[in-house]
Structures are given as C-alpha cells and as structure tokens.
C-alpha cells in the first residue's frame, strides 16, 4: 500500500481565484490520479498524471482550468483555476501501484462561494 | 463505453441484518475491486477479484466475481454500525492497465 497526504484537507475560496492542491505519497509511482467526487457520489477522473510527461485529461476537462504538475515520482499538484461554485466538490488523488489497484488520499474539501 | 451499474444506491436498515450490493456491467472485466468510503476520508481498498466466479471473504463481508466476468457482489452477514459508509466497486476494463471505471456506489447505513 502507499500513504498519500494531500493538502490542504479543506478551503473555501471565492469565485475567480485559484487553488492548488498537493499530494504527496511515501513511495515512488509511475500513476497518479485526480479525481473529482460530490459528497456520497462516485468518483468522475478528471486526469492522469505520469512523472515526465504531460497529463491526459477527460472529456470535459481540460488543462487551462485544471493545470497539473508532476515534478517527481513522489508529487504531484492540481489546480483549480477561475473558479465558479460548480467547483465546489472534494478534489481526490490516488497512485496506482499494481495495474488495477488505487490508493487514496483524504481528500480536499473545495467551498466556492 | 464500459459501465458499471451498482445497486441500490441507497441502503438503511438495522444492525443485525444481512445485505448485498450488486455491480452489474454487459461487458467483460479484467478484474473488480470493492471500496469503502468514509465520511472525510478518501476510498479504501477491501478487496479484489480477479478470477471468474471467483470467493473471497472478509471477516463477515462476502465478494463474489461472476462467472462471465460482467459483475460482482458484496454480501455483508449481521451487519453493525462500524459498516456504515460508502461502498464503490470499480472494474479493470479489458485492455486497461491502471484506469478504473466507477460504480455509482452504494450509501449505507447501519441502524443500532
């Protein structure tokens, strides 16, 4: 298993303002995952963010509003540009470290009012 | 698209009492993982099937894979209040190594 901590575990932000997200995991992996998920709902894969390349984004995400960054193997950040409160959602990021099995982190609660 | 349909979506009932939760797909599955959810908390991992008509048991949680590969199901025996939570099963397409496709996920809740 892997331990992923992500921060920070909550904000509310205004409208038109951005936020990055971090998440940090004890080990190194290749997968990273950031995934967006309303209260008591499924989860919705916003992207898919490998070490050294560019992420691969959804249908109906794309970078300009949700830029990520994976500067190593043990890192990875996502922002949230120019929000509106249809923002508002817990952001989640997970690691994959055998092909068909993920690990989360807590979870970052995002207010935009 | 590959879909999974999970049902019910939403579950109450009294401590004590047995439940399942069904994952439903018309296609074909590499394998199948169930998480559980809690509130402020990112999904656990409880268990995957890889194996068609594949068993595995959890202390009272019960999965099973079907034969064809196509759904799953968790099986909960005298169900206590420490199970409340959000139950997502989760399947490997074919031909896919690391994304998963979601269930819409089941809320429970388990009474005293």
């Known amino acids: 298993s892997a331990v992923i901590s992500q921060k920070p575990s909550r904000d509310i932000c205004q409208r038109g303002t951005s936020l990055t997200i971090q998440c940090q995991v004890d080990s190194q992996v290749t997968m990273m995952f950031w995934y967006r998920q309303q209260p008591g709902q499924s989860l919705t894969l916003i992207a898919t963010a490998n070490q050294g390349s560019e992420a691969t984004y959804e249908s109906g995400f794309v970078i300009d509003k949700f830029p990520i960054s994976r500067p190593n193997l043990t890192f990875s950040t996502l922002t949230v540009s120019n929000m509106s409160p249809e923002d508002s959602s817990i952001y989640l990021c997970?690691?994959?470290?055998?092909?068909?099995?993920?690990?989360f982190g807590p979870g970052t609660r995002l207010t935009v009012t | 698209t590959q879909l999974l349909e999970q049902s019910p979506q939403f579950l109450s009932i009294q401590e004590g009492e047995n439940l399942t939760v069904y994952c439903n797909s018309s296609?074909?599955?590499?394998?199948l993982q169930w998480y559980r959810q809690e509130p402020g908390e990112g999904p656990v991992l409880l268990v995957t099937?890889?194996?068609g008509g594949e068993v595995k048991k959890l202390k009272r949680l019960t999965f099973q894979f079907g034969d064809a590969r196509k759904d799953s199901s968790l099986h909960i025996t005298a169900a206590q209040p420490g199970d409340t939570g959000l139950y997502l099963c989760a399947g490997q397409g074919l031909g896919s190594n690391y994304q998963l496709i979601w269930g819409a996920g089941t809320k429970l809740i388990i009474k005293p």
């Open positions: 997970s690691v994959s470290l055998v092909p068909y099995e993920q690990y």
């Open positions: 099937v890889v194996t």
């Open positions: 296609s074909v599955f590499s394998s």
